[in-house]
């Protein structure tokens, strides 16, 4: 990288420059003082700022009607994702009609680049990036995420419902 | 005009047992031909030009030459697994002169050379079992079978298996696999079963109606044999005459009969009012034939096979205009898709696939493209098998579609028959 | 010796040669599922199919035998056609559960698909249900609905193995592989039967859902569950070995092996391994570096003298007996070498097919190695020696497969009698590690570990290759015997020529090409 230097005249007269910064900053001032609503910023943490839900955040596994995983552990997910965040241990399920299931699912969430190819993997809707975002720790050890916090986090209220049912589909014989 | 050769003496019943079948010239032939050389048979057998009765219509003395010269033992296999829907020839054959069959039978073996002989009945036939067992007891009693036949030193034994009830069996090595104790699936060919068939020796198998007919041969000569039907399709054959007719049963007829003749003279014509709409002229695995094509149609392998269709084994059905062609052809898709063995890929899942489909039209769920698709799978599953059931189950489906596609097409866009006017669900309450 | 022509190629081939095996013999590739070189021809799956010139029909390759001047193709449309209809029978009622599916990634179905397939599927009914998850036995899981029906596990059971347990049941779409009531799937070669399925119908109960099959490597070496030494492939990755596969060897095993050879990647496992050196004092142990537990036990071998003496196994390489018979013979001057035969009623044993007694991947290679340096001991030598004390100091290197070792405790409790006893081997022993005497564990490397050569039962000379590296800091039994004499390891340069090996790949793999061709190809912007 080079660095141009401008010599000319003009620019050794810098101080009316920043008289005229000073300026829009004292109004910028004056402006948040006097009416606040019209603030950009927020006063984090107090004030928290709500995305869209197509927001690509944290990860979320959805359940069935019955509350457990929909996740079948095919792994696609992991092998799809770039980072190699997502580590899964499959196991025999004792119901026959669901085969293979996750006995843990972990994302190691200071791994995670948060491209959103788990999601585009998934054959059946079972790993959500939802709008929250924020991931406070105090420690390494809580940054990967185990299938507890991924499905049934306290503000998920349950877990969330996907929206392909598999009885209704092996019903209708697909 | 029907020609009474192996039918002569069926209307009596005394005809059943040795006794009355000895009186009408019974097992005379047998003590002939134990007198001539076996080759002598099968040479006037080839020149009688007798042709498979099953359904393939294959020359029968060319299939007995076939045999390895010096490989014994050697089994004779009369294929009475009559499961061909409409046929029912070969029962009123067994019931009517199982000593007919029997005396063929024994000639037949004598001529390629057989100790060992099986009937293979279909295991519906509870009836036509026990009087072929009577007669065959009949038989061994008077020496007819057993050790040193009638004194020539030709010693021949004969049972009779019943099938369990799989069409597929009526196939020759599916029912060479059946009597070995196998699950009833056709094997690969080659080898062909006159090399290696049952236990792996060499094996001819025979209809019921081309091992009677043997007898004749020899009573009457080839020549005189000859006499009936054409150059390529001599003799006489039984047709089963079934569906909407006046007076169906079987009619024996020389070869190369008029099949308008055959419906309107033996049949006695369509019931009052009603107009012919369609002919399956051989068994539900041959290619259906409309009105116009029945009239030129004679019932020959060279004639049938020339307008697309085939002898099979002689089982007419004649269809009238009050039949709905849709529902007929679900009912020939759901036998067939009962009936693969599910060996082969093409047939296993075609015959399931085409069932599906004409069912889901029969339900008034088609779509247009259903009926090209039909066409399209029958078209792959034929010749691609082991067997030919997977043809027998495609020719079918492509003449109903291409010959009725009308039909076909009203009901995918009405949801009902075009022309009983109901649906499926009303069709069959 | 007919000659015929396949694919615009002229070619000479045996009599009796089918078109699907002259294919095979020359690189063609053709689709089938049934057919299976090990097996006898069914001509079930119809996807073999060959356009012969002069035969309106075409014909399926595998049971067409090569007749004089004939003019084979499989790369016309109309034989392309057949293939691509026989390929949708086929997936008409499969479940194409892939992504839960433990085949996926080297299935059949799969890899045919990509290549000869159709791409627009017509199939708008409902699919054919059948049983799920069904208990064949100890070691497979059957799963209907997957299974394509191409009979090629029947015919093991009925032509190989000889137990005739599985049979085709019901007719039609409704067909599916089974046993009969109350007999399980059982035999000493049950999970070959995994190995020929060309889907994911049967799948074997160790592997399942362990791993995907796309994170494994795989790697060629010589099973040494027994001394008949098949070839097999192991697959591994960095969380260790996972399974165990034969591989084809016309001389030794053919296409099979069986079922007590596939556990032989479990004692390779860290697992199941002693990973660090062990010195025991009166039933107090201290952990160290392997390197450095063999240099420590080196001034006390060298004082031994006579007292010193060596038992081996037949568990390692014929370069490792080299090493340590000339390190005992030569350097330490003594002949008290032991041969430890661990199942002596049954080791001449054999059950006709591939197992035998004798549990040893080298016993010939260690008889042949003691005859060189003409040791000849007998194992009443070594006892009445331990029971006498005219043994003090004994070096043992022990079985590398314990479970094939019966008498292992027994022998432990006889060999602690020696006032220092210098065991070697890889696996860990609790028994081992309870001994109060004066002990040194030195923990070796597995067969996957190292290179070597094995020579079997025939006499056969094997190479082993190392695969991977599981427990970094063992040795293998020739270094060892290097550091244990006093000596520093020779260090290894390869030589050039060997940095290129061949790949291993299946003779039916989809090549890159075709996979090239049909892959998803995602561009951002454009959905």
């Known amino acids: 990288m080079s660095v141009v230097q401008n010599n000319s005249e003009k620019n050794k007269w810098y101080l009316i420059g920043i008289l005229g910064g000073m300026v829009i900053t004292m109004k910028h001032l004056l402006k948040n003082l006097f009416n606040k609503k019209k603030m950009d910023t927020l006063n984090y943490p107090e004030e928290k700022y709500e995305y869209s839900n197509r927001f690509k955040g944290n990860h979320v596994l959805t359940v069935k009607k019955d509350g457990s995983l929909r996740c079948t552990a095919c792994m696609l997910c992991a092998t799809n994702c770039p980072a190699e965040c997502i580590k899964i241990t499959a196991a025999e399920h004792n119901d026959p009609t669901v085969e293979k299931f996750p006995i843990s699912y972990e994302i190691d969430i200071l791994r995670c680049i948060f491209c959103g190819f788990c999601e585009e993997a998934c054959p059946v809707d079972a790993i959500r990036m939802g709008p929250e975002w924020q991931t406070p720790a105090v420690n390494g050890s809580k940054f990967i995420y185990d299938i507890n916090h991924l499905a049934y986090r306290p503000n998920l209220k349950g877990g969330i419902l996907s929206h392909v049912d598999d009885e209704e589909r092996h019903k209708s014989g697909i | 005009m029907e020609t009474k050769l192996l039918t002569e003496f069926y209307h009596l019943d005394e005809f059943v047992g040795l006794e009355g079948y000895k009186k009408h010239g019974g097992y005379v032939e047998l003590a002939k031909a134990l007198k001539m050389q076996p080759q002598q048979i099968i040479d006037e057998v080839k020149a009688s030009g007798l042709r498979g009765r099953g359904g393939a219509g294959f020359p029968t003395g060319t299939k007995w030459s076939f045999l390895p010269k010096n490989d014994e033992p050697r089994y004779l296999l009369c294929n009475a697994d009559e499961g061909e829907p409409g046929t029912f020839k070969d029962r009123l054959m067994m019931e009517r002169a199982p000593h007919q069959l029997i005396e063929g039978m024994i000639i037949s073996a004598f001529a390629i050379g057989s100790k060992k002989s099986y009937i293979y009945v279909r295991g519906e036939y509870r009836y036509p079992i026990s009087v072929l067992e009577k007669a065959l007891r009949e038989a061994y009693d008077a020496g007819l079978l057993g050790k040193n036949i009638l004194g020539s030193g030709f010693d021949h034994d004969m049972d009779v298996y019943s099938g369990a009830g799989a069409y597929i069996c009526g196939e020759e090595t599916g029912m060479i696999s059946s009597l070995e104790g196998l699950k009833g699936q056709p094997k690969l060919k080659p080898p062909f079963p006159a090399i290696q068939g049952y236990l792996r020796k060499p094996t001819i198998v025979n209809n019921v109606e081309t091992l009677a007919a043997v007898k004749y041969i020899l009573r009457d000569g080839a020549q005189a044999y000859r006499k009936y039907g054409t150059e390529k399709s001599p003799g006489t054959k039984l047709f089963s005459l079934s569906g909407n007719v006046m007076k169906p049963g079987n009619y024996e007829v020389p070869l190369a009969y008029s099949l308008i003749d055959l419906i309107n003279k033996e ?107 039909l066409e399209k799978v029958a078209d792959n599953m034929k010749g691609k098998t082991i067997c030919a059931l997977s043809d027998a189950a495609a020719l079918p489906v492509l003449s109903f579609v291409s010959k009725f596609r009308d039909e076909f097409e009203f009901y995918v866009r009405e949801g009902r028959s075009k022309v009983k006017g109901t649906t499926y669900a009303e069709m069959h309450h | ?308 003496a060596l038992v081996l196994t037949a568990q390692y390489t014929v370069e490792e007996y080299e090493t340590i018979l000339s390190t005992f013979v030569n350097t330490f001057k003594t002949k008290k070498i032991f041969f430890w035969i661990n199942n002596k009623e049954s080791f001449d044993s054999f059950d006709g097919l591939l197992l035998r007694g004798d549990k040893n991947p080298n016993t010939k290679g260690l008889l042949k190695t003691l005859q060189k340096y003409n040791v000849t001991t007998s194992w009443a030598e070594l006892k009445s020696g331990l029971d006498s004390g005219a043994i003090k100091t004994l070096v043992v290197a022990g079985p590398e497969n314990q479970a094939v070792f019966p008498d292992l405790h027994e022998r432990i409790a006889e060999f602690s009698k020696a006032q220092n006893l210098i065991w070697m081997q890889a696996g860990s022993n609790e028994k081992l590690e309870s001994l109060t005497g004066n002990v040194t564990l030195i923990p070796l490397k597995t067969f996957v570990e190292k290179n070597g050569t094995f020579i079997n039962h025939q006499g056969l000379e094997q190479k082993i290759k190392r695969v991977t590296t599981i427990v970094s800091e063992a040795l293998t039994l020739d270094q060892a015997a290097h550091l244990i004499s006093g000596e520093e390891i020779p260090v290894f340069v390869p030589p050039t020529t060997e940095t290129l090996v061949e790949t291993n790949r299946r003779p039916d793999e989809v090549m890159l090409e075709h996979r090239k061709k049909n892959e998803f190809v995602f561009r951002r912007g454009t959905l």
């Not at chain 3, 069914?42 to 004089?68: D, F, H, K, S």
């Open chain 3, 1 to 308: 010796m007919p000659k015929c022509t396949i694919n615009g190629k002229e070619i000479e081939v045996k009599n009796g040669t089918t078109i699907i095996e002259a294919m095979y013999e020359n690189k063609q590739s053709i689709a089938h599922y049934c057919y299976h070189p090990g097996l006898s021809v069914a001509g079930v799956c119809r996807l073999c199919m060959v356009e012969i010139e002069g035969n309106p029909r075409v014909q399926i390759a595998c049971n067409t035998t090569i007749a004089e001047g004939m003019k084979i193709n499989n790369t016309s449309a109309k034989v392309k056609d057949a293939v691509k209809w026989g390929l949708d029978f086929h997936l008409i009622n499969h479940p194409l559960d892939c992504p839960i599916c433990d085949q996926a990634g080297e299935c059949g179905l799969q890899d045919q698909y990509m290549e000869f397939g159709k791409y627009d599927p017509e199939m708008a009914e409902k699919k054919q249900k059948k049983h799920k998850v069904v208990d064949l036995g100890p070691t497979v899981v059957l799963d209907s609905e997957r299974c394509i029906l191409c009979s090629r596990c029947v015919r093991f059971t009925d032509e190989v193995s000889k137990t005739h347990e599985l049979g085709l049941f019901n007719r039609g779409d409704r067909t599916e592989i089974g046993t009969v009531e109350g007999i399980q799937l059982n035999n000493k070669y049950s999970l070959n039967v995994v190995d020929i399925c060309p889907v994911g119908a049967l799948t074997s109960k160790d592997f399942r859902f362990r791993q995907r099959v796309w994170y494994l490597k795989d790697s060629e070496t010589i099973c040494t569950g027994c001394s008949t030494g098949c070839s097999v492939k192991v697959y591994f990755n960095k969380e260790g070995m996972f399974r165990v596969k034969p591989v084809y060897n016309e001389q030794v095993n053919g296409h099979w092996m069986c079922d007590e050879g596939r556990g032989i990647y479990k004692f390779t496992n860290k697992e199941a391994r002693l990973l660090k050196a062990k010195k025991g004092q009166g039933g107090t142990w201290t952990e160290l570096a392997p390197g450095a537990a063999a240099k420590e036990v080196a001034p006390l071998l060298k004082k031994a003298g006579d007292s010193l």
């Open chain 2, 267 to 373: 049949g006695g014509g369509m019931k009052p009012g009603r107009k012919l709409k369609a002919v399956i002229p051989g068994g539900s695995s041959a290619p259906v034939l409309t009105a116009a094509e029945v009239e030129k149609a004679t019932m020959d392998y060279e004639c049938l096979a020339g307008i697309g269709t085939m002898l099979g084994s002689g089982a007419v059905i004649v269809i009238d205009d009050s039949q709905c062609m849709v529902d007929m052809l679900g009912v020939l898709t759901h036998f067939y898709h009962h009936e693969s063995c599910g060996q082969c890929t093409p047939c296993r899942e075609g015959t399931g696939w085409l069932n599906k489909i004409v069912h889901s039209i029969l339900e008034g769920k088609g779509r247009l493209q259903d009926i090209e698709l």
